[in-house]
């Protein structure tokens, strides 16, 4: 089978450094989404890491780790507009056209 | 350039009442879709998922239907809705290449309150 864990919840100060991790447990591995999602709008993509790694994309980053299992989103300079909850996804190992997803990070940004 | 919309935004239905929600995709030829609902606070459950006229496939038993008349368009459907069936629903299209599944964009959601 195949599972993500992520923290539920994760605390910052504006102007700061986060980085929010993701776990996943499975049998073989495609690559890590990640997803952004403000209080009541719909999910943004951000990144995918098909490689280990770092991926920049200005204030925002995506790491993978295949060996260990993990990947991150590390967040640079924070804003109060980055308060939202973060989602990472896997593609499902039994169809080619579903992404299994994690339960969410809620990132809250203190002034 | 892509853009997918979705309505209504929101909704009340009695328990025992109908639903019909409808997803449209522009910009693009023969997507994947994909129909999620989302309860308060959690992270996205997969409904059903499509990637092509007629073709539909369903990931948890449930009440409702899906059905993709056109190729961008998506409808979301319950004949007798229950009180399980409120939450956040959203609509998401995916270039169908390979590897397309990893970005996907979702649509604005309906938020359906079942009363």
């Known amino acids: 089978g195949q599972s993500l864990e992520q923290p539920s919840e994760v605390t910052a100060v504006e102007g700061a450094i986060v980085q929010i991790n993701c776990t996943y447990q499975t049998s073989g591995f495609y690559g890590l989404s990640w997803y952004q999602q403000h209080d009541g709008g719909a999910p943004t993509f951000l990144s995918y890491n098909a490689l280990d790694g770092l991926e920049e994309t200005g204030r925002f980053s995506s790491f993978l780790s295949r060996s260990d299992s993990y990947g991150y989103l590390l967040l640079q300079e924070l804003q109060m507009k980055d308060s939202a909850s973060y989602f990472c996804?896997?593609?499902?190992?039994?169809?080619?056209?579903?992404?299994?997803w994690g339960a969410g990070t809620k990132l809250i940004i203190k002034p | 350039s892509q853009t997918i919309h979705q309505w209504p935004a929101t909704l009340v239905q009695p328990v025992g009442s109908p639903l019909s929600l409808e997803c449209t995709v522009e910009?693009?030829?023969?997507?994947?879709l994909y129909w999620y609902r989302q309860a308060a606070g959690r992270g996205l459950q997969l409904l059903f998922y499509s990637v092509g006229i007629g073709q539909i496939s369903s990931e948890v038993p449930q009440n409702l239907s899906a059905s993709r008349p056109q190729d961008r368009q998506f409808i979301l459907s319950s004949k007798k809705l229950l009180l399980s069936d409120s939450g956040f629903y959203l609509c998401?299209?995916?270039?169908?290449?390979?590897?397309?599944?990893?970005?996907?964009?979702f649509g604005p959601g309906t938020r359906l309150t079942v009363t």
């Open positions: 996804a896997v593609p499902s190992l039994d169809s080619n056209y579903q992404l299994i």
């Open positions: 998401a299209w995916s270039e169908a290449q390979s590897g397309g599944i990893y970005e996907q964009y």
């Open positions: 910009g693009t030829s023969n997507p994947n």
